[in-house]
C-alpha cells in the first residue's frame, strides 16, 4: 500500500479526498498546511504528496519548493490538488518539480486513479 500525504487545510476536502484516496489503495496521513506538511515529512516520509496550493502559513508552492530542496525529500513524488490549473499554473508546479495538477473540484471517484496515473507518468 502506497503511503500517501495529503496537505489540504479545508476539512471538508480532507475528508472527501482521505476517504476516496482509502479506497483506491493509499495510506493516508492528513497535514493541514505546509510547515506541519514538513515536519510530518521529516518524521515518517511519504511515498507521495498530494499539495493543496492555497493554505495560511506557508502555499503550496513554497512548500514544494523546499521539499524539492531538501536532499532527504527531493525524490518524493508531489501532485497539486487546486483550482488553480491553468496553463501558466501547471508551468509552474513543473518548475517546482512537481509531477503534475489535479483540478478541484475533483471527482472522487477518480482521484485515485488520477494521482496514480501522475505517479506513473512521473515515473
Same mark, same amino acid.
Do not use: Y
Given at each position: 500500500?502506497?503511503? *500517501?500525504?495529503?496537505?489540504?487545510?479545508?476539512?471538508?476536502?480532507? #475528508?472527501?479526498?482521505?476517504?476516496?484516496?482509502?479506497? $483506491?489503495?493509499?495510506?493516508?496521513?492528513?497535514?493541514?498546511?505546509?510547515?506541519?506538511?514538513?515536519? &510530518?515529512?521529516?518524521?515518517?516520509?511519504?511515498?507521495? #504528496?498530494?499539495?493543496?496550493?492555497?493554505?495560511?502559513? *506557508?502555499?503550496?508552492?513554497?512548500? &514544494?519548493?523546499?521539499?524539492?530542496?531538501?536532499?532527504?525529500?527531493?525524490?518524493?513524488?508531489?501532485?497539486?490538488?487546486?483550482?488553480?490549473?491553468?496553463?501558466?499554473?501547471?508551468?509552474? &508546479? %513543473?518548475? %517546482?518539480?512537481?509531477?503534475? #495538477?489535479? $483540478?478541484?473540484?475533483?471527482?472522487?471517484?477518480?482521484?485515485?486513479?488520477?494521482?496514480?496515473? %501522475? %505517479?506513473?507518468?512521473? $515515473?
Amino acid at each position: 500500500m502506497m503511503r *500517501l500525504l495529503l496537505v489540504e487545510d479545508d476539512p471538508v476536502i480532507q #475528508i472527501v479526498a482521505k476517504a476516496a484516496l482509502g479506497r $483506491a489503495d493509499f495510506e493516508v496521513s492528513v497535514a493541514q498546511n505546509g510547515l506541519e506538511a514538513l515536519r &510530518c515529512v521529516a518524521t515518517a516520509a511519504p511515498d507521495v #504528496i498530494l499539495l493543496d496550493w492555497m493554505m495560511p502559513g *506557508l502555499d503550496g508552492p513554497s512548500t &514544494c519548493a523546499r521539499l524539492k530542496a531538501d536532499p532527504a525529500t527531493k525524490d518524493i513524488p508531489v501532485i497539486f490538488l487546486t483550482s488553480r490549473s491553468g496553463e501558466e499554473d501547471r508551468q509552474r &508546479c %513543473l518548475a %517546482l518539480g512537481a509531477a503534475g #495538477i489535479i $483540478a478541484k473540484p475533483f471527482d472522487p471517484q477518480t482521484l485515485g486513479a488520477d494521482a496514480r496515473q %501522475l %505517479l506513473t507518468g512521473a $515515473a
